[in-house]
Nanobody, 126 residues
Framework: VQLQASGGGWVQPGGSLRLSCAVSGLASSYYCIGWFRQVPGKEREGVALITSTDGSKYYLDSVKDRFIINRANAKNTYYLQMNNMKYEDTAVYYC????????????????????WGQGTQVTVSS
């Protein structure tokens, strides 16, 4: 399984960015896709998760009502739409896959995710 993340960059506070995660080599239709972020000195945290089967979603409290995770019609590309961005959203963002999850099961621990894309830097600055 391979994941390719893209779409990071610089944005002003209040602005928007969309991250993409292209997934290839899937062997199962049961999995959870997660977007995580990490800043130096802090643990990696789950920002938004989505299951492949029923589309159940989870959002970190601090991004609720601002970020949206969804799946493209092609189903192997996942997006993280980030709106009304704040300084504290600055981080390296990663997409990852947790095989074997679905039907409302959304693992929040990074240790449950077996494959990761390369990180993409997101910087919110004026």
């Amino acid at each position: 399984v391979q994941l390719q993340a893209s779409g990071g960059g610089w944005v002003q506070p209040g602005g928007s960015l969309r991250l993409s995660c292209a997934v290839s080599g899937l062997a199962s239709s049961y999995y959870c896709i997660g977007w995580f972020r990490q800043v130096p000195g802090k643990e990696r945290e789950g920002v938004a998760l989505i299951t492949s089967t029923d589309g159940s979603k989870y959002y970190l409290d601090s991004v609720k009502d601002r970020f949206i995770i969804n799946r493209a019609n092609a189903k192997n590309t996942y997006y993280l739409q980030m709106n009304n961005m704040k300084y504290e959203d600055t981080a390296v963002y990663y997409c990852a896959i947790a095989p074997g999850y679905g039907l409302g099961r959304l693992p929040k621990s990074p240790s449950e995710y077996t494959h990761w894309g390369q990180g993409t830097q997101v910087t919110v600055s004026s």
